[in-house]
């Protein structure tokens, strides 16, 4: 559980860190009156970056290698899912099949 608030207290410190090193730069957006630049600062937030940064292993070490990404997220989703037992629930119908 410490670790568990000490990530918290460090996760909120550095999204402060980051409010206070892009609040200047959007006071300059703003006071540039420039449309244009505001839809560009938009619409680069809006684009989504995915990367899936570097998982940690079992000895607490982190790693870059694709191979062994692939077998510590293969590992941890054999874990979660469980096997098929064949059955299949009945649902109920939500659409009319007279249409």
């Known amino acids: 559980m410490r670790i568990k608030n000490a990530y918290h ?3 909120n410190n550095c999204r402060s860190a980051i409010i206070k090193h892009n609040a200047p730069k959007e006071l300059k957006l703003i ?3 420039n449309i244009g630049s505001f839809y560009n600062f ?3 937030k809006l684009h989504a970056r995915s990367r899936i940064y570097a998982p940690m292993q079992q000895d607490g070490s982190m790693t870059d ?4 990404k692939s077998e510590i997220f293969n590992s941890f989703l054999a874990s979660v899912f469980t096997e098929d037992n064949s059955y299949l629930p009945q649902f109920c119908k939500w659409v ?3 249409m």
Not at 65 to 68: I, L, Q, R, V, Y
């Open 9 to 11: 207290v460090a996760a």
């Open 42 to 44: 938009v619409n680069n």
């Open 96 to 98: 009319n099949e007279d």
């Open 31 to 33: 006071r540039k009156n």
């Open 65 to 68: 290698s694709a191979k062994e």
